[in-house]
């Protein structure tokens, strides 16, 4: 299934558990961020084997969330992969109609959040060492009264935001760009 703005959305929990492992995430991710490569160049990006690398591809290819890329190859021994799709979706409520789906769906988000906090926790802990950032990272949270239907709507206007953040042509300026990682939940709370 499609969303408006094209984004897949992933209603199949085999394909969700095969994205809810931690190298296999981390592998989408370095495929989003560095765009096509081979399993010797994710191994490179990863510090993994590339008997291991090749393994996780193959699931991921298996689920549909990697395609081959053959056309980046030099010759017919070198095989390389890339993103099936640029961004995918889940919500979690679509897996609540049988508790296996739902633990599936319930695995994908608490590893998706132990990744995003580690990815932070990361950039605490070598901060000092990256000082030309230290007044660009941020951090923000704040306590709205919402909707549901207004929590939907700010969320299309966070990701219309981050998409033309994203799409947006890079001047050739000079200046080095870091990959940045950014990430925020809107959920109901109390304080």
């Given at each position: 299934m499609t969303e408006p703005n094209d984004v897949p959305k992933v209603t199949d929990s085999r394909v969700l558990a095969a994205m809810s492992h931690p190298l296999r995430r981390r592998l989408l991710d370095v495929l989003k961020v560095h765009g096509p490569s081979t399993a010797s160049?994710?191994?490179?990006?990863?510090?993994?084997?590339?008997?291991n690398i090749s393994h996780h591809l193959k699931v991921l290819a298996a689920a549909g969330l990697t395609v081959e890329a053959p056309?980046?190859?030099r010759?017919?021994?070198e095989r390389w992969w890339r993103l099936a799709a640029p961004e995918l979706r889940w919500v979690t409520g679509d897996f609540d109609d049988d508790p296996a789906r739902q633990a599936v769906a319930g695995a994908a988000v608490?590893?998706?959040l132990d990744r995003q906090i580690g990815l932070v926790r990361a950039w605490h802990a070598v901060r000092e060492q990256r000082e030309a950032w230290?007044?660009?990272a941020f951090s923000v949270d704040k306590w709205l009264h919402l909707t549901p239907a207004e929590l939907g709507?700010?969320?299309?206007?966070?990701?219309?935001l981050l998409e033309r953040w994203e799409r947006r042509d890079v001047p050739d300026d000079g200046k080095a760009r870091e990959p940045v990682f950014l990430f925020a939940h809107g959920v109901p709370a109390e304080p």
């Open positions: 160049g994710l191994a490179d990006r990863t510090g993994q084997a590339v008997a056309e980046l190859a010759d017919r021994r608490s590893l998706a230290n007044g660009a709507e700010l969320e299309r206007e966070i990701l219309a």
